[in-house]
C-alpha cells in the first residue's frame, strides 16, 4: 500500500521484478516442499539438514544447541540482503493490550508501565536470552547481546526492521492481509505456474477489497 | 390401550373402594401417548435449539452485516454475498470442496463396498479383523490427522522414508508440498478416514440378503459376479444410497482434517469452504464474511436432505 495507506500500490513493475526473482530462486535454491511450509516447518527441515539457510528467528540455533551440538557449533545469523532499495527487515512486535471492559483498566495500564521500567525490564529481556529483542532507544546498547555473538545481527535488525504494513500504517486492514497470506499467496502461485500479471492482479483485487 | 386397562382393572375396582390417583387427571394427560412424546423430545430439542439453532440462526444474522472482531457490526444486506461472488479464494474453495467431496466419496464407496464383501466372508480372525478396520473412524479425526502430518513429511515421514530406502524415489514426493499433490494428499486421508463407515453399513446391508437368494442364484448357474450383479447389488442400493448421502454431507462439511494437515494449502488449493469460512472469521477477523462462506454452503445441505427426505419417504 502507499504511504497513507489508501491507495494499492503492489501493481508495479518493481513487485514484477520481485516475483521473477523468487520464482528463480524457488526452482533454482529452494525445496519443492517449501510453498506449503506452515510456521515451525522451516526449522524442522534446517534442522534435518534438508537447507542450509532459512529466514527466521534465533530459535533453530537454541534447538541446535541443545540437540545437535555438532550443527550448533557452526550455524550463524547473516542480515538480510540489500536490496535496490535498501536493505529491510521485517519487524514483528509483541504487543500489550488491555481491554476497556476490563474490571479495572487502570491498575492493568499501572502494570504495564511498572514491567516496562528498565529495572524490571531488564531481566526480563535477559531471560529470554535476547530471543525477544528491544526496541526501544533506551535499550540499544543492551549489554546481553554481548553474550552470545552470534546473536548480534538481531540487534542490528532493529536499524532496518519495518512493521510488514511499511510504509502504510499498521491497521485492521493490514491485519487481514496478513492473517489471509494475500502477498504470500501471490508468491506461491506465481511459483506453481500462475503467470506473474495474473498473481499479482489477483492479490491486487484481494488489497482492494479488504481496503476498500 | 386405556380400553384394555380399563376392562383388566374392572374387577379390582369392583373389590374394594374406588380411591382417584394422585394428579389423576394430570398423570392421565401426561400418559397420552402424543403428550407423551412431546415431553420425551422437549429437553432433547432444546439443547438443539440452543447449541445449534443459536449459533445458526446468529450466523445466518452475522451474514448480513460487516462485522469485524472488536468493531461494531454495520448492516450490509447482501454486500458480504456480492464480494464473495467476486473473491476468487471463494470460488476456488467452492471448486475444492466439490472435487474434494467427489473423488473421497467415490473411493470410499468403491473400497467401502469392497471392504464389506471381504468382511462378509467367514475367515479366522474375522472379529479382530472387523475391529481393527473401523479404527479409522473411531479414533479421533485430529490425533489420526496429526499422525498422517508425520507420514506425509518430506524427510522423515513414512511414505518417503519407505520410497527413499526401497531406491523407488530418489527423494521421495511433496505430498503436502504442491497444490495439486496437497489435494490428492487430503484425499487420501478423509478416504481413509471415511472407508470404514461404508464398509460397516454395507456389510449390515449384505448381511440382510436371505442366503436363499444366493443360493438360487448358484442353483441356476450364475457365477460369483453375476450373483454379485444380480442379487448383491440391488440389495444394496438403498444402502449405499443412504450411506452416501450421509458420506456426502459430513465430506462437504469437513474442517479438522484440512485444517490440521494443510490449513488450507499451498496458495489456497486445499481450501475447502469450511476451512475459508473459519480463516476469514477467526484468521482475519471478519466474522460477518465468513458467516457468509458457512450460510452459502447450506442450500447443498437443505438440496442433499430433500433428496434423502425424499428417497426414504418414496418406501
Known amino acids: 500500500m502507499d504511504k497513507a495507506g489508501k491507495k494499492v500500490a503492489l501493481d508495479s513493475s518493481e513487485t514484477v521484478k520481485v516475483v521473477e526473482y523468487v520464482k528463480r530462486l524457488y526452482k533454482e535454491a529452494c525445496i519443492e516442499d517449501c510453498i506449503g511450509w506452515l510456521d515451525p516447518h522451516n526449522n524442522k527441515a534446517f534442522l534435518t539438514s534438508q537447507i542450509s539457510c532459512t529466514n527466521n528467528a534465533y530459535s533453530i540455533m537454541v534447538s541446535a544447541k541443545r540437540d545437535l551440538p555438532d550443527m550448533g557449533k557452526v550455524i550463524d545469523h547473516a542480515l538480510n540482503p540489500k536490496g535496490p532499495a535498501g536493505r529491510f527487515h521485517a519487524l514483528v512486535p509483541v504487543t500489550h493490550g488491555v481491554f476497556a471492559y476490563g474490571p479495572d483498566p487502570q491498575a492493568a495500564k499501572d502494570f504495564l508501565r511498572w514491567i516496562m521500567d528498565p529495572k524490571q525490564y531488564r531481566p526480563w529481556i535477559s531471560s529470554g536470552d535476547m530471543y525477544f529483542a528491544p526496541y526501544l532507544h533506551a535499550f540499544d546498547k543492551f549489554p546481553d547481546w554481548d553474550i552470545e555473538p552470534r546473536v548480534k545481527p538481531f540487534q542490528k535488525v532493529l536499524e532496518t526492521g519495518k512493521l510488514t504494513s511499511w510504509p502504510a500504517p499498521a491497521n485492521r486492514a493490514h491485519g487481514a492481509v496478513i492473517n489471509r497470506w494475500i502477498v504470500i499467496d501471490m508468491f506461491t502461485k506465481a511459483c506453481t505456474g500462475t503467470p506473474t500479471k495474473t498473481a499479482i492482479a489477483e492479490a491486487v483485487t484481494q488489497l482492494k477489497q479488504i481496503y476498500g | 390401550m386405556g380400553r384394555v386397562v380399563g376392562a383388566s382393572r374392572a374387577p379390582a375396582l369392583e373389590a374394594r373402594d374406588y380411591r382417584p390417583l394422585r394428579f389423576g387427571r394430570l ?289
Do not use: C
Open chain 2, 27 to 315: 398423570r392421565e394427560f401426561v400418559e397420552r401417548e402424543s403428550v407423551f412424546s412431546w415431553l420425551i423430545l422437549t429437553p432433547p430439542l432444546l439443547f438443539l435449539l440452543l447449541f445449534l439453532g443459536y449459533p445458526f440462526f446468529y450466523g445466518v444474522y452475522l451474514s448480513f452485516f460487516r462485522r469485524e472482531v472488536t468493531g461494531p457490526a454495520t448492516f450490509v444486506g447482501l454486500g458480504n454475498f456480492v464480494t464473495l461472488a467476486n473473491d476468487p479464494i471463494f470460488w476456488q474453495s467452492v471448486g475444492n470442496t466439490i472435487k474434494f467431496t467427489g473423488a473421497a466419496t467415490v473411493l470410499k464407496a468403491l473400497g467401502g463396498l469392497g471392504m464389506a464383501l471381504v468382511m462378509n466372508q467367514n475367515f479366522k480372525f474375522k472379529a479382530i479383523t472387523r475391529a481393527l478396520l473401523l479404527l479409522p473412524f473411531i479414533v479421533p479425526t485430529v490425533l489420526s490427522t496429526v499422525a498422517w502430518q508425520w507420514i506425509y513429511d518430506p524427510g522423515l515421514g513414512l511414505f518417503n522414508r519407505l520410497l527413499v530406502e526401497s531406491g523407488l524415489s530418489k527423494s521421495g514426493f511433496s505430498w503436502l508440498g504442491s497444490p495439486t499433490m496437497a489435494m490428492i494428499s487430503v484425499i487420501i486421508v478423509n478416504t481413509w478416514r471415511g472407508l470404514p463407515f461404508f464398509g460397516i453399513s454395507i456389510l449390515a446391508g449384505l448381511q440382510t440378503i436371505p442366503v436363499e437368494q444366493h443360493e438360487s442364484a448358484t442353483i441356476d448357474g450364475a457365477g460369483t459376479w453375476d450373483r454379485f450383479r444380480h442379487v448383491t447389488l440391488p440389495s444394496l442400493l438403498p444402502v449405499i444410497f443412504i450411506v452416501t448421502t450421509f458420506s456426502v454431507i459430513l465430506t462437504f462439511f469437513d474442517f479438522q482434517l484440512v485444517y490440521v494437515l494443510t490449513g488450507g494449502g499451498p496458495a489456497n488449493s486445499t481450501h475447502l469452504m469450511a476451512t475459508y469460512a473459519y480463516s476469514l472469521s477467526m484468521g482475519a477477523g471478519q466474522m460477518g464474511l465468513g458467516s457468509a462462506v458457512a450460510l452459502s454452503m447450506v442450500p447443498v445441505l437443505g438440496l442433499l436432505l430433500v433428496l434423502l427426505t425424499w428417497y426414504v419417504r418414496k418406501d
